[in-house]
DNA sequence: CCTTTGCCAGAATACGTATTCTCTCCACGT
DNA sequence: ACGTGGAGAGAATACGTATTCTGGCAAAGG
């Protein structure tokens, strides 16, 4: 049973396309015997205007575009992500917007899909997630003028619209909390080199350091990736240092838990001998044994105030403020 | 800079829109010097073509939608449901189509959505994840021949396309693993009544039981939803009965882990007195303690062939197959 | 009585693409 | 020489909606 049409609804009350487009947006300039007309056909048969025929015309889709610049495979895996995910559903879809999501890692097909969400028009405007340090579309996107926002930071410019954990602020709170708990020996656990949020957690880290007087030492910090595994193999390479670190920050759960694992493969006492700290705390921190301790990301006021920053681009073209930090919480367990 | 249209590409090379069209779309039926004019004119000022005018002309969209029954905040905490709209996203962009997610509990607004996203004609075929055994708006569809399918089950006509796990099988193997470990008194604890994979998984458990000859007890039954809480609550109060089950079969990890954590508050040792088993092998089934024994669903599979099948669907309106079923698999570790 | 004003609704048009229709031009066959 | 056929390209149209343009009609005003 096919949709019907503005036309047939028109033909069926005998009057015109535009008189029924009129009828349907609420146009006062109409007669009220015509509306009657017109409404009680509607009421009859149905109608649902296409939505495709609405965006040609109108210039508008009503659908946001997500792109995560994780793999698919990273994507899966990560609480952090499918969190956001839903987060920004929820808020874009309470402004009544849909979302289209798409997920790449290679920078190449990353530029597929902005060229296909963009430049098609096939929605309104993007959201970003976590775009790296030397991400050559941002230049393209500011000057089409296309409304993007991101999640996550982008130095070259700051005419980027953005929003973003406190990661310096919270790495440094997180690092100086093991400071407290009497850890002098602290190692980093990071992601890969050039992605922000591994790079400014590790500002945040130099700075406790250095606040304390203790000497950085670049043995204590392993680059890598987002996965467990990575933890683990890093925690080891650590833990057999002549000197080894007595406490660890980790750039995320996933990684802590990694770290974890190597810890108590060598029986050493945690928090007792070593002490683990991750980020996001995500909700397997309540089972891990012992309950991680981690850093407390407020990903729903990231997803709401992202999404709210899109639509108002989108809506007036006009937003004042350009830059949003949320604080993020320390939410000490068992490890530390 | 605004995208230039065919008509434009038109003007600049002083040819007829329709033979940009001709030339876009590879028409052989155009004089080769007037393509090379518009192909020069196209490399010189780039052309991308309107997604919404080209959809309203084929109706085409290029678009599937994906409507996940659940909260937000359900589908934030699950990692299953993350993880299958990582891999939908995949393979939906493998096959060179986007991918429109919504998620909705509440009867009310899945309707909306089912409107919104279907009869204005915003995607060309649905994904359902997890409808409920009674749900209303499957003859609809039906009926109107829109082309969709299902992730899970729909009883009362077969005339619907799906996909599911072998929830009865894998509930039967858990089960029968329980009792090959010697246990008797095994608890099932559920999500929602009503749900077909809590209903389903709860028949697997009933025939492992009957076929070891084991009484079934409505008392190690609990219903509930999905959560680690209602795990720990269902899990304290089967423990505190006069005669407590061994062993306990839980529909989904989240739950498991609750179990676990109520039986390790009673400080018995699992899996020597209380044996526990979960769904989904989720990545966190590896860092509780003890690592918990699992059903690994194959989640990419699921995701496949719903995204394949839709996609035939949609492009060639006919499929032999309507039901397909994926096998689970137990993943043994130290919880039981 | 004629013009102005205002209301209301149909006609026309635009959005951008894909396709059909139509016309011109040229080569070929009788 | 004239009709036939076919190639190739512009003109026209459709997809469905929203808006502007236009014109008819009646009431009001001179």
Same mark, same amino acid.
């Given at each position: 049973?096919?949709?019907?049409t ?9 009057v015109s ?8 947006r ?20 149905g109608?649902?205007?296409d ?10 889709? *009503?659908?946001? #575009?997500?792109? @995560?610049?994780?793999?698919?495979? =990273?994507?899966? &895996?990560d609480p952090?992500?499918s +969190?956001? $995910?839903?987060?920004?559903?929820e808020?874009?879809g309470?402004?009544?917007?849909h ?30 997630v ?8 941002m230049?393209?996107?500011?000057e089409?003028?296309?409304?993007f ?23 440094r ?9 009497a ?7 990071? *992601?890969?080199? #050039?992605?922000? @949020?591994c790079?400014?957690?590790? =500002?945040?880290? &130099?700075?406790a350091l250095?606040? +304390?007087? $203790?000497e ?9 990736d ?15 240092l002549?000197n ?10 996933l ?44 990903i ?7 999404t ?14 350009r830059?949003y930090? @949320? ?10």
């Amino acid at each position: 049973m096919p949709e019907l049409t503005q036309n047939q609804i028109a033909k069926l009350s005998q009057v015109s396309q535009a008189t029924v487009s009129r009828v349907l947006r609420g146009d006062p300039r109409v007669n009220e015997e015509l509306r009657q007309r017109v409404l009680s056909v509607i009421e009859k048969h149905g109608y649902v205007p296409d939505a495709r025929a609405q965006s040609l015309r109108s210039q508008r889709t *009503g659908t946001l #575009g997500l792109v @995560v610049h994780r793999s698919p495979k =990273q994507l899966a &895996r990560d609480p952090f992500f499918s +969190a956001l $995910i839903a987060a920004i559903i929820e808020f874009a879809g309470k402004a009544g917007y849909h979302l289209c999501v798409d997920a790449a890692r290679a920078v190449q097909s990353r530029q597929a899909i902005y060229e296909e969400l963009l430049r098609t028009r096939r929605v309104d405007g993007l959201i970003l997630v976590e775009p790296q340090t030397q991400d050559e579309r941002m230049p393209r996107l500011l000057e089409e003028g296309f409304p993007f926002v991101l999640i996550g930071r982008y130095e070259p410019t700051d005419a980027v619209y953005s929003v973003d954990n406190d990661n310096i602020g919270a790495a440094r709170t997180a690092t100086e909390h093991l400071i407290r708990k009497a850890h002098y020996r602290i190692a980093y656990v990071s *992601g890969p080199r #050039g992605v922000f @949020v591994c790079e400014d957690r590790y =500002q945040g880290y &130099r700075q406790a350091l250095e606040r +304390a007087g $203790i000497e950085p030492s670049s043995d204590l910090v392993a680059w890598g990736d987002f996965s467990e595994e990575h933890g683990y193999r890093a925690m080891s390479r650590l833990l057999s240092l002549p000197n080894p670190p007595t406490a660890v920050l980790a750039v995320d759960d996933l990684v802590a838990v990694g770290a974890l694992r190597a810890v108590k493969e060598r029986c050493r006492a945690v928090p007792q001998q070593v002490a683990v700290i991750g980020f996001n705390d995500s909700p397997f921190c309540n089972y891990v044994e012992p309950p991680l301790s981690s850093i407390a990301v407020d990903i729903r006021a990231l997803a709401q105030i992202a999404t709210d920053l899109l639509i108002r681009l989108i809506e007036e073209r006009e937003v004042h403020q350009r830059r949003y930090i @949320v604080p993020c919480q320390l939410v000490e367990r068992s490890s530390t």
